[in-house]
C-alpha cells in the first residue's frame, strides 16, 4: 500500500500558486520525498524530490514540514500545462521502485 | 537525447492470446522496471530488470514474465490474457541506485 495520502483533486486558477499537500506520516529517516505528475496519455515525469531541507527547482518548490510527516509541492505559478494527476511518493534510500497512490488530480481554470 | 520508449503504443489483443511489449531505456540506464496502470489508477509495480535478471516482482501472477537484453532494452511478456489486464504498461529506467527515474510513454493494451 501507499506510504502517502493526498486529496483526489483539487483546483486552481491560471497564473495563480498552487499548494499540493501530501501526508506521510510513517516515512522513515531514510525515505526520499518524490513528486511526479502525469499528464493525460503520458507516462509520469518527474517534477522534484527531498529528503529534509526545502527544495526548488525549475518547476516548483517542496516544503517539507520539520517532522517531515507531511510535505506540500508548490507550483508557483499555474498555467494550463499543469493540469495533471500529481503523485507523493516515499523512496527509500537508493530503492529502486516506486509505491504509487492514487495521486491528486489538479485542474487549471483559464 | 531519447528517454525511455516503448513499443507499441496501442494494441488490442483477444482473451486468451499471448502479447509482447518492448522498452528502451535512457540512454545510460541500466535498469529497467515495469509498472501496470488501470484506468483512473496510480502505476502498480509489476517486476524489476537489472543485469538481464528479474531482481524484485510485485504481486503479479506467473503470466506476466520479462526478458532484459544485453543492450538493457527490455521485454514485458503476458500470457493466456484476461479482461482485467486492459491498461497503460509503463515502463521505467534508471542508472545509479537512486538517480531519479524516468518513465517512458507507456503502451495501451486492451484486451477484448
Known amino acids: 500500500d501507499a506510504k502517502t495520502t493526498q486529496p483526489n483533486s483539487m483546483e486552481s486558477n491560471e497564473e495563480e500558486p498552487v499548494h499540493l499537500p501530501c501526508n506521510h506520516s510513517t516515512i522513515s529517516g531514510t525515505d526520499y520525498i518524490h513528486w511526479y505528475r502525469q499528464l493525460p496519455s503520458q507516462g509520469p515525469e518527474y517534477v522534484i524530490h527531498?529528503?529534509?531541507s526545502n527544495v526548488n527547482n525549475r518547476m516548483a518548490s517542496l516544503a517539507i514540514a520539520e517532522d517531515r510527516k507531511s510535505s506540500t509541492l508548490i507550483l508557483h505559478r499555474a498555467t494550463l500545462r499543469d493540469a495533471a494527476v500529481y503523485y507523493c511518493?516515499?523512496?527509500?534510500?537508493?530503492?529502486?521502485?516506486?509505491?504509487f497512490g492514487p495521486g491528486t488530480r489538479l485542474s487549471v481554470l483559464p | 537525447d531519447a528517454g525511455v520508449t516503448q513499443s507499441p503504443t496501442h494494441l488490442i489483443k483477444t482473451r486468451g492470446q499471448q502479447v509482447t511489449l518492448r522498452c528502451s531505456p535512457k540512454?545510460?540506464?541500466?535498469?529497467v522496471s515495469w509498472y501496470q496502470q488501470a484506468l483512473g489508477q496510480g502505476p502498480q509495480f509489476i517486476f524489476q530488470y537489472y543485469e538481464e535478471e528479474e531482481r524484485q516482482r510485485g504481486n503479479f501472477p506467473d503470466r506476466f514474465s520479462g526478458h532484459q537484453f544485453p543492450n538493457y532494452s527490455s521485454e514485458l511478456n503476458v500470457n493466456a490474457l484476461l479482461l482485467g489486464d486492459s491498461a497503460l504498461y509503463l515502463c521505467a529506467s534508471y542508472g545509479r541506485p537512486g538517480n531519479t527515474i524516468y518513465f517512458g510513454e507507456g503502451s495501451w493494451l486492451t484486451v477484448v
Open positions: 511518493i516515499l523512496r527509500e534510500n537508493y530503492g529502486q521502485n516506486f509505491v
Open positions: 527531498g529528503l529534509t
Open positions: 540512454s545510460g540506464h541500466d535498469t
